[in-house]
DNA sequence: AGCTAATCGAGACGGTACGTCCCGTCTTGAA
DNA sequence: TTCAAGACGGGACGTACCGTCTCGATTAGCT
């Protein structure tokens, strides 16, 4: 016998999730919201709070046990496994409990729109709070296909529509070819960003980038005479 | 779309990972390679083709236990724990069991050529058997911050080296412009299909993506009149 | 109502308890024997001394938890399931663990061996040590229906078995009469023991209890002229 | 058989217990018996016979959790510890719901007054339906030192009374030996019924047992020639 | 009729234990 | 020294109860 221990990372063992997963602000009970004690937002603060506080501290999403989260939070595990049915679902709700909307477009000009696009996702992707925030936690998310389909249709889908109505006025206006599928020519806007981020996403994504981006994407890469 | 999906991963609990993540081509024992029963390589195929087999019948990465490797691959624990420090130094040699060189660029048009690698791309990262293989595995391995790095630098390096060295033939040959950074160009490709791949990776990424890629980039998203 | 009050049962959420309550010392595992590494003989010993210590220590069989008795014994909670199915198993094994056998009759005169016999309870039943031992113990045990029966069987059959030999002895010289059932005989030496042990439990059995029973028991309580 | 069988009990947990367990006759509230809603008697009778109920169905003790008496009852918690402190406060109320007076002794002669209470505790004991009711709750009760007390002076001595007063009759007629301690003559007919019921519960103490135990007693076990 | 107050069913609360599973290590006999 | 098997101490999992608390809704006696 040994006192090691374990250690790793693993993750979910299920893959369900997403029954109740509406959003930190915990839903009413099944049969009948008006009988019985009502859930105590409380606890949901508490809860949603400690894992936060948990990730900035370094906790690795290995050492993110329910248990521990009940414990710091001051809080019954059941009071967590009331409102989330797994792990991944309450990291899902924590993920959005971090979103924030993405500015609507000023409208002057495509070009200008695009660039404000971008740099929202340059500077929302790594900003130094979030960042760390985000990489626990969205690494849980994306382990769980289910889990991230939910989030992608609810959060990204979102936002994409955004960057296509801007790119459709682009159309209209001249400023964007019409023989592309418009969705392609989103993802050669959003595609290096995410290209920074996910393949040397140790490296701070400098300013300007949305700039560079936009404009290189827009003119070109083969020089125009 | 945001910069969420633009994060990663992390966790670790150990950071250990990569002692003797040497490949599945086992290395020799610790004292003296010479002496004692050497290891079975039936051990290590088995071990990797578990793997392989278990994630191909849908098993989560969650459920993909050691304990459960061993006994499905029909080996003691410790046959696996000796070659491998943990599941994360496994999934990389799965990872890398499933890698395949690019293949050279033909050296015929510069925009062939990129054509040539981001077909590769396509077809690599979603071909129905590698994808879900794939997919389970890259999301362990990004899980570990330095697994992860220690497989970019081996791996994504590798090929980038290879798109870079398209770029810079091509700038030589005035295909390609000179008054941006190499490395963004190089995004401007890559990201797109990694868009493709990452925010809607349940999609297949029909045939025919790369070239409308490489020409939409090179002539640029606003129309030439 | 009654003294029925004496008796007991039922409890145990399952019930089924025995499935290799075959003593403390640990079975072999169930497929082969000698494959794998052998139980560990300090585990059993440890745990069943946990158990011991803790009572004796004045735990109640409430705070008697499986995770506790794993705790201080020193040992992973898996180990404790190992080797029993449940808490009730793991008492019945302490209790067996305390059994002493009944010394054999001495045989010189039937009255004597009566004596020895009730004696021995008197003493077995409320020694100190045993006393608050076995109250904990025999109260869980008792119950389980399942568990009980199984305890009777093993133990309190065998000592039964060597009083009703003394009585048959009894009979063929004459000392005990034959025109009543033994088993009841053998419930009229025994009886009186549980009753002062059962009904007034908190007093101690006083010393010579054991000849004025026998001695009333054999003569009767009407008076001989 | 074996000392074993004569102890008992324990455990208790809280040792709570008797605080306010005055039967299910409800007592009023603490401040002003006046003010407020009263309480319903239709929830103590609801509670109580729901135990009774799920008793008969075969629910073990163990099963018999506060959670699932309310819930069976159709009652709030809070209602149930309003009433009762505990389980076992609860408990021996339900005991008390059974009690039977043990019928007045004839007083026709000793040894028939004897028979009766013989038979008596025959019967309530063993009476198939109160059987299992009873086993349940008594190891309960008897569980716990102090409601056992409580339960044992209420109850048993009340009965043990009865018995020493006729055995009292039978010292002045000449019918009861004075020279041994009136209390073991008690044991010596009480004993032999608590040993059936106690040792080998599951059989049935079949009838004529009341007067053979008797008799044999009374005229002992040796023959008188 | 209105007020006060204790009740009701329902169910959430912070805890603790359950029994199962996996971690990474250790220990058998056999090869 | 390896192998398959499986036990080891440790710890998280998700469930069930504990006894308490808090809801809105009765249900009485008192003004």
Redesign the pocket.
Known sequence: ????????A?D???ATGTDRADGAQAAA????P???????P???T?IIEAVLRMIEDGVSIG?????????E???????V???W???SALMLDVMRSLDTDIPPPAGVSVRDDLVGIIEFLRIRGLAKRNSALLRTVVTHVKAQPALWREYHETVVQARREVLLSVLRRGRECGEVRTDRDIDLLADLFVGPVLSRAVLHEWADLPEGLAEEIVDTVLEGVRPRD
Do not use: Q
């Open positions: 016998m040994n006192g090691t221990a374990a250690t790793e693993t979910a063992t299920d009970p099944a049969s009948d008006r009988r019985g004690r009502p859930r105590s409380a606890a949901d508490a050492e993110l046990s329910m248990e521990r989260i009940a414990r939070a001051g809080v019954g595990k059941a009071t496994y009331r409102r049915p797994g792990k």
